[in-house]
């Protein structure tokens, strides 16, 4: 049950950051309260003892899968996903680099383009230069 909420756990923070990068915040806050409850683990005055070095790795290792190895691929897994389907040039191109552009069918720079080569004689004017 612990792992299905630490799983749960790391795919919403997954989604938050995804939607938004001001989910950064929560992957903050979880952190920091996992961080601490981490640090209480290791205290000494806790009611069990401090747990031994293997079985706090064990708790570490655990907590780093499920809230920051787990949300990363999640969150790359959409960005491929993403890739391969909005792979068409569209009305949001403008935004986007001219080198990502390239990699778009049916871009119109990539068809206007013409390759040129050493010596060649260029004029550079603007689009609204007639």
Do not use: C
């Amino acid at each position: 049950k612990w792992w299905k909420w630490l799983i749960l756990t790391g795919f919403a923070l997954s989604a938050d950051i995804s939607v938004k990068y001001v989910g950064l915040f929560a992957f903050v806050t979880i952190g920091s309260a996992v961080a601490i409850d981490l640090w209480e683990l290791l205290d000494i005055k806790r009611p069990g003892g401090a747990l031994s070095l293997p079985d706090f790795t064990k708790h570490f290792l655990a907590r780093a899968f499920g809230l920051i190895i787990m949300p990363f691929l999640f969150y790359l897994f959409w960005f491929q996903v993403h890739f391969a389907i909005l792979n068409r040039s569209g009305p949001g191109d403008d935004f986007m680099s001219p080198e990502f552009q390239e990699t778009l069918s049916d871009n119109v720079m990539l068809a206007n383009s013409l390759e040129i080569n050493y010596y060649d004689s260029l004029t550079i004017r603007h689009k609204e230069t007639k």
